[in-house]
């Protein structure tokens, strides 16, 4: 068992490309923490230096207390699962559980518990005598994960293992995973582009762009307190709301004016913006869809009408146009008026998040 840590770690590859850049993060002992963010933002790139499959070119990487930069991929401790599963086609699925245990000389008896114990586990012990070209996708993408585990190793690397499954099926293998990983006491780190994986996986996350970490933290706490706008945009869906507003200071008390509407912010806010902004000024306003609340007519809001309604079944997501845009809020399916109705809409002040509109960092 083991953590890892990555200090200033940087990878230029030989093109020139900087795919990484000064990315330090400690993961510790048994944590399950999952790289997030689009693609090109460097998350492999991270993940085959742990591994090492890539080079590191400046910083340094640990597993457990050992430097680990110039140790080969064999000598880390680390088993690794990638988005192709790679078994090899002419074995059998114990076959394939079994290879890397034989390649390291186990007893057969050994290897014979080690495969037994992983198939029950992945719920996969009435297939080990089939060949991969008879099982089904997610099959396969167990097998592949129980030839990993059967190692028992320190850290268990993970490069977007579901995204060749149908969306059914991955929802089910997540959280397959996440029943997995109360069983198998090791440390994980996951590379996905997809955020809700990332929410439901990760006891952290780290979220990247452009080979720069924006931001490392529980799901909740990036949910509710996103470290900029770009992974306000990037975490949820829908996305939250950002609209362009100006923030005001009368009095002492804080308020953003949205389309001529002033809206009162909460003492906390106050706080925070006492040290960070210099009102009158723009700021990017965050609002996430679910807290935008419906009011009844007549009372005191933003006022907006439906253009469109998107159905999905238990909720539906209004589009609500108003004076300078338009804003998305989701409802129960219910409570979802007609097209075309007008909106008064509430934006409550302890949902609001503020960004600055130049750099994109939180103000609040
Ligand atoms: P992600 O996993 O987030 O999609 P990658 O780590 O694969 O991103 O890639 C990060 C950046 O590095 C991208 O700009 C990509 O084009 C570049 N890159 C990846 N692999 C190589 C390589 N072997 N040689 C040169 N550039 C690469």
Do not use: W
Request: charged share 20%.
């Amino acid at each position: 068992m083991a953590g890892v840590t990555l200090r200033n770690v940087k990878k230029v590859y030989e093109n020139g490309v900087e795919a990484v850049q000064d990315f330090s993060l400690e993961i510790a002992d048994k944590e399950f923490v999952v790289l997030v963010g689009p693609s090109g933002c460097g998350k492999s790139t991270t993940l085959r230096m742990i591994a090492g499959l890539e080079s590191i070119t400046a910083g340094e990487l640990y597993i457990g207390d050992r430097l680990v930069n110039a140790v080969p991929p064999k000598d880390r401790d680390i088993s690794m699962v990638f988005q192709n599963y790679a078994l090899f086609p002419h074995l059998t699925v114990y076959e394939n559980m079994a290879f890397p245990l034989k390649m390291r000389h186990f007893p057969k008896r050994v290897i014979d518990e080690k495969v037994t114990e992983a198939a029950a586990m992945l719920d996969i012990s009435e297939l080990l005598k089939r060949k991969p070209k008879a099982l089904s996708g997610g099959q396969r993408q167990r097998v592949a994960i129980g030839r990993a585990i059967v190692r028992d190793p320190s850290v268990f690397l993970m490069d977007e293992p579901l995204s060749n499954l149908d969306a059914k099926l991955r929802n089910q293998m997540r959280m397959e995973l996440v029943a997995l990983r109360e069983r198998v006491q090791t440390t994980f780190v996951y590379v996905t582009h997809d955020q809700i994986e990332a929410m439901t996986l990760g006891d952290r996350i780290v979220v990247m762009r452009d080979g720069v970490i924006q931001q490392v933290g529980s799901p909740d706490d990036v949910y509710a307190h996103p470290a900029n706008a770009f992974v306000a945009g990037f975490i949820g869906t829908p996305q939250m709301n950002l609209l362009p507003a100006e923030l005001r200071c009368t009095g002492g008390i804080y308020s953003v004016s949205l389309s001529g509407v002033s809206l009162p912010l909460g003492a906390e806010a106050g706080r925070a913006l006492a040290e960070r902004a210099a009102p009158p000024q723009p700021v990017t306003l965050g609002i996430r869809p679910e807290s935008v609340e419906l009011l009844s007519a007549g009372a005191r809001g933003l006022p907006a009408a439906l253009s469109f309604a998107e159905r999905l079944g238990g909720s539906v997501n209004l589009h609500a146009a108003f004076g300078a845009g338009e804003l998305v809020l989701s409802v129960p399916a219910e409570r979802a008026p007609r097209a075309g109705s007008a909106l008064t809409l509430g934006l409550p002040p302890e949902a609001i998040r503020l960004f600055d509109p130049q750099s994109g960092a939180s103000l609040f």
